[in-house]
């Protein structure tokens, strides 16, 4: 029998974002907690990308400094602030000065839209939460009969964003990835968008990803774009590549508190790099040191012979 060789999907983070974000997309960059993809940021920003409808969870800084480089015209969020510090300052400001559209959700009914879109429903039901308040300013917010009970059911409509931008630790060029750690709404994000730019701390031979199927959270089927980006994740964190700058979120509460602070911050650290090997090599030794993430191994795992 014949083989056939599959062609990569490698390529430069740079190019995944000129080909698959334009001014005006629904953008959703992935990752509770860690694996948030602040590379792809950074890269949209220096490509100078108008327009666009940011969609997270929880924004975190990723969407301060998109929004402080113009980038964005709405945000879709559920929780919003600099995690444990305070706000995220621009986004806050774009919101009460009315030059931001913005969307609030809980996070349930944010991750509930996410597996809507991801399932190709047309809204899914959900129990009442904590949203009673956001139900009465938020309009996708919705009520049904339950045809079984006749009980009133609240309902959201999918989300399904142009881009979804995925970190993992590891991916094959075809866009199997592994993904350990939080578990957060990767899988549903990547389901629900048009197009996935996946950016992985390492590229690895098929045999590996098929070593462990279990960890495959992404699969390649949905993938249009592999990019290899070690570090994209911080000031965020990648386990078991590198821990959380928790010294950098503190520090962005003190740059945001101006636009000079913030648009130094982005000329130095954004416009002025290339690419993310560069800004990780700016960080420094003492940083990679501080940032380093050890070794704990799980135990291994025996799928059988077969």
């Known amino acids: 029998m014949e083989h056939t060789t599959m062609t990569t999907k490698l390529i430069s983070l740079h190019n995944a ?15 509770f907690t860690h694996l948030i993809p602040f590379a792809a940021g950074h890269e949209i920003i220096r490509q100078g990308i108008k327009d666009l409808v940011l969609a997270r969870a929880t924004p975190d800084l990723i969407y301060d400094q998109m929004v402080a480089a113009g980038c964005a015209r709405k945000v879709i969020f559920s929780y919003i602030g600099n995690p444990g510090v305070g706000s995220l300052r621009m986004v806050r400001a774009g919101i009460e000065k009315g030059e931001l559209e913005w969307e609030e959700y809980s996070h349930f009914s944010m991750i509930s839209r996410l597996q809507a879109g991801a399932s190709g429903l047309p809204f899914m039901p959900m129990k009442q939460t904590g949203a009673a308040d956001l139900m009465k300013h938020n309009p996708q917010y919705q009520q049904v009969t339950d045809p079984y009970t006749g009980e009133c059911v609240i309902v959201v409509p999918p989300l399904k964003p142009d881009v979804a931008i995925v970190h993992v630790q590891r991916s094959d060029a075809q866009g199997n990835a592994h993904v350990w750690g939080i578990l957060g709404e990767q899988r549903l994000a990547a389901f629900a968008a ?9 590229i690895v031979d098929e045999a590996v990803i098929r070593s462990d199927p279990n960890r495959t ?29 928790n010294d950098f979120y503190l520090a962005w509460d003190e740059i945001s508190k101006t636009d000079e602070g913030i648009q130094a911050y982005l000329k130095e650290w954004v416009y002025d790099l290339p690419d993310r090997q560069a800004y990780w090599e ?15 191994l799980s135990a291994p795992v025996n799928y059988g012979e077969y």
């Open 282 to 296: 700016k960080l420094g030794p003492e940083v990679h040191q501080r940032l380093h993430a050890g070794e704990r």
């Open 194 to 202: 048009q197009h996935v730019i996946l950016t992985a701390e390492e």
């Open 217 to 245: 959270l992404i699969p390649g089927l949905v993938v249009d774009a592999v990019c290899h980006v070690p570090y994209c994740a911080h000031p965020s964190y990648t386990q078991g590549y590198h821990d959380r700058d």
């Open 17 to 31: 974002i000129k080909k698959y974000v334009h001014d005006g997309d629904l953008l959703y960059a992935s990752g």
